[in-house]
Structures are given as C-alpha cells and as structure tokens.
C-alpha cells in the first residue's frame, strides 16, 4: 500500500503550458506538503496545508497554485510553464510532530 | 533566512569505515534535527531524528547533537555500499516538522 502517492511520475511539456501534479495520502496525516527539488538536490517547501487550510506559502510564483479538496489530497496546478520550472517536485505528508513522509516524486521537464 | 549547511562530498569511504557526515545550522531556536537518505532517482526517506543534545544510536547509525555549536552530525558504522546515497540534514524550527528546512545534502560513496 503506497502511503504518499503523487501522479504523474513524469512530465514532459512545452514552455507556456498549463499543467497538474496530483498527491494523495492515505496516513491519515493532517498536514500536507509541497516541496521543489532542483538539479542540485536542494529541497525547498513551497506550500503546506493543514486540514485543507494554507499554512506556508513561500516565496514561489503565483503561477504555481496549490489545491486542497479535502486533507487526504494536495493537488498542484502550474500556470505558463517555465524553462526554471523543471524540477522534481515532491508530496509530503506529516501528523502534528511527526517527521515527513515523502512520495515518489514527479519529474517534470520544460521544453 | 534560516540556514542549513552541509558539505556536499562526494564523501568516498570504503566498505567496513565509519562514515561521518555534518550539518551546520543557523536558527538557534530549531528544535527538531533530521537525517533523511535519499537514493538517486528515489525520494527522500527518514533514517534519523534527534531532539535532544547528545547522541542517538539506532543500529549502525548515530545521530550526534550539540546545539550550543549548533551542529549535528550522523555517524554511519561498518559501512555498506548500499549505504551510497545523498544524505540531507533538515532542521525545524518549532518542534513541529511542518517547518522543515533542508541541506543541499552530501553525497556518500562506500567503495566495496
């Protein structure tokens, strides 16, 4: 059973494009996660959600546009695609103090 | 602008050595200190948390903690090539995990 699951696996789109990452946790955590990993394995939180509310929104651009349906699912909507957007970008989920649980990850490419 | 400072490597160790990897960091009110293992192409996983000054032992791994250096280390014994990841040491600054902040991480080889 995958805990921490996220679609797609990879992306691979043009430059302007809209697309969507998916993430579903099946933890029962309260908290979930997005965080960007660049080329030199730098992981960065971009957004954190609580029972479906924002509770860390760091300094991205507002192209990237977290969505919450309810706390099991912390979908991720990117605007206009941008060649600096390639990156992996990771789902975490967590309870109160407890570490992160990672997904697998979504490699996505801008071409 | 909370900091987190680790040596990327690559670390190469052989086989049977004791690895030791370290962090620095910068907020003095971090609480709580990671070690997660991530494998190339693989996500990120827990191997240790510490929360108090001192050491941690779990098997061949040892966390250390100093928070007046404000300074954690792990120490990986009798290393395996299956060992050979990136490391990253995150740090939060509350006792919750919810503000995490990572290392750029260091990249272990253990040559059999």
């Known amino acids: 059973d995958t805990a921490v699951s996220q679609t797609p696996k990879y992306l691979v789109t043009q430059m302007g494009n809209d697309k969507s990452i998916k993430c579903e946790q099946n933890l029962g955590h309260d908290t979930m996660y997005w965080y960007k990993q660049d080329s030199k394995k730098f992981l960065k939180i971009m957004f954190s959600y609580n029972n479906k509310e924002l509770i860390i929104n760091e300094t991205v651009p507002n192209r990237f546009s977290p969505k919450s349906p309810d706390k099991a699912h912390l979908n991720l909507h990117i605007n206009s695609l941008e060649l600096g957007d390639s990156a992996v970008y990771f789902c975490?989920?967590?309870?109160?103090?407890?570490?992160?649980?990672f997904g697998n990850g979504t490699r996505l490419t801008v071409t | 602008q909370k900091e987190v400072e680790q040596n990327s490597g690559p670390l190469s160790v052989p086989e049977g050595a004791i690895a030791s990897l370290n962090c620095t960091y910068s907020?003095?009110?971090?609480?709580?200190f990671f070690w997660y293992r991530q494998y190339s192409g693989k996500s990120p996983e827990l191997i240790m948390s510490i929360y108090s000054n001192g050491d941690k032992e779990d098997g061949r791994f040892t966390a250390q903690l100093n928070k007046a250096s404000q300074y954690v280390s792990l120490l990986i014994r009798d290393s395996q090539p299956s060992d050979s990841a990136t490391y990253l040491c995150?740090?939060?600054?509350?006792?919750?995990?919810?503000?995490?902040?990572f290392g750029s991480g260091t990249q272990l080889t253990v040559l059999p």
């Open positions: 975490a989920s967590s309870q109160q103090n407890s570490p992160l649980h």
């Open positions: 907020d003095r009110g971090s609480q709580s």
């Open positions: 995150a740090v939060a600054s509350s006792g919750s995990a919810r503000q995490l902040t």
